[in-house]
T-cell receptor
């Protein structure tokens, strides 16, 4: 299957910006997604970006896409304690006709 | 609109037993996908159903099966349970249209523990 890689842990102070990175391998991906999972819950769709875009902003969230390097990032401005969760990036592979998820990045926000 | 619902939320079974999990998608969504989430393997795709037909399948043994009903509700079944089947099973629904963007909406999951 396709590889979607993320760093496992990130720790930031409340009020700072968080940047979560993701790399993927499938160049046929048309949409890339970010999901948030809080303890004991399912995945919540945060935002997504079309592959012909470089950037998408949605309130405190900014998604950057470098298609040449197959690198995706999620920036959370003014990070709050409620943002503590696991964040997954995902791609929909047209080759495999399915979603591939990253390993998830556990974000801890220190008050 | 109501979100994706999954029942039961928690389940404890014994090795060798079989289990059936249920998922009701968002109203109007025709595609239901199932995932297994474990700490070691992360999220792994099991299968996807669209209009009562299995449209795609991941790399899981035949003990894992599913079906979808005419109202788009889906069930997955695991037979001859093994300890390694202990996981959070997530269901996701999407409109399932032919459009390129198939954003998925997840249910809360069913936590299965096999003892």
């Amino acid at each position: 299957g396709e590889d979607v890689e993320q760093s496992l842990f990130l720790s930031v102070r409340e009020g700072d910006s968080s940047v979560i990175n993701c790399t993927y391998t499938d160049s046929s991906s048309t949409y890339l997604y970010w999901y948030k999972q809080e303890p004991g819950a399912g995945l919540q769709l945060l935002t997504y970006i079309f592959s012909n875009m470089d950037m998408k902003q949605d309130q405190r969230l900014t998604v950057l896409l470098n298609k040449k390097d197959k690198h995706l990032s999620l920036r959370i401005a003014d990070t709050q304690t409620g943002d503590s969760a696991i964040y997954f990036c995902a791609e929909f592979s047209r080759t495999g006709n399915q979603f591939y998820f990253g390993t998830g990045t556990s974000l801890t926000v220190i008050p | 609109k109501a979100g994706v619902t999954q029942t039961p939320r928690y389940l404890i079974k014994t090795r060798g037993q079989q289990v059936t999990l249920s998922c009701s998608p968002i109203s109007g969504h025709r595609s239901v996908s199932w995932y297994q989430q474990t700490p070691g393997q992360g999220l792994q795709f099991l299968f996807e159903y669209f209009s009562e037909t299995q449209r795609n399948k991941g790399n899981f043994p035949g003990r894992f099966s599913g079906r979808q009903f005419s109202n788009s509700r889906s069930e997955m079944n695991v037979s001859t349970l093994e300890l390694g089947d202990s996981a959070l099973y997530l269901c996701a629904s999407s409109p399932g249209t032919s459009g390129l963007n198939n954003e998925q909406y997840f249910g809360p999951g069913t936590r299965l523990t096999v003892t």
